[in-house]
Nanobody, 129 residues
Framework: EVQLVESGGGLVQPGGSLRLSCTASGFTFEDYTMSWIRQAPGARLEWVSTVTWNGRDAYYAGSVKGRFTISRDNDKNTLYLQMNSLKSEDTAMYFC??????????????????????WGQGTQVTVSS
C-alpha cells in the first residue's frame, strides 16, 4: 500500500523558515518524480515544486522560486521542502504527490494533476505574526 506522510508544518512568523518532510512507503521511491502541492483556504490547489526521480532536476512555481528548495533522500525514502523567507500568502495545507509512472513522465515545469496518483494527507503551514 502506497503511503505518503507529510510532517514539519506549523505556525511561523513572516520571514521565518520551515522544513517539510514527506516520508514514502509502499513503492520504489527512487523511481518516481515527486511534487509538492498546496491549497490555501478557499483556493484551488497550487503546484509548488517538482523534483525528478534522481534528484537531478527541480522545478518551482514563480511564487516560491528563490525562497523554497525541494530535495529528496532516496536512501531514506523522503522528500523535503525547505521554505525560507515565508510570507503570509504561503499559508496553506501542503501535500506531497507521487507521479503515476516512473522516470521522466512528470518531470516538467508544468504540473499535470492527472499524471499523479497518490497524495498525502497534508501538513498545515501558517505564516502569521
Amino acid at each position: 500500500e502506497v503511503q505518503l506522510v507529510e510532517s514539519g508544518g506549523g505556525l511561523v512568523q513572516p520571514g521565518g523558515s520551515l522544513r517539510l518532510s514527506c516520508t514514502a512507503s509502499g513503492f520504489t521511491f527512487e523511481d518516481y518524480t515527486m511534487s509538492w502541492i498546496r491549497q490555501a483556504p478557499g483556493a484551488r490547489l497550487e503546484w509548488v515544486s517538482t523534483v525528478t526521480w534522481n534528484g537531478r532536476d527541480a522545478y518551482y512555481a514563480g511564487s516560491v522560486k528563490g525562497r523554497f528548495t525541494i530535495s529528496r533522500d532516496n536512501d531514506k525514502n523522503t522528500l523535503y521542502l525547505q521554505m525560507n523567507s515565508l510570507k503570509s500568502e504561503d499559508t496553506a495545507m501542503y501535500f506531497c504527490a507521487k507521479c503515476s509512472r516512473g522516470g521522466e513522465y512528470c518531470s516538467d515545469r508544468i504540473y499535470y494533476p492527472d499524471r499523479y496518483n497518490y497524495w498525502g494527507q497534508g501538513t498545515q503551514v501558517t505564516v502569521s505574526s
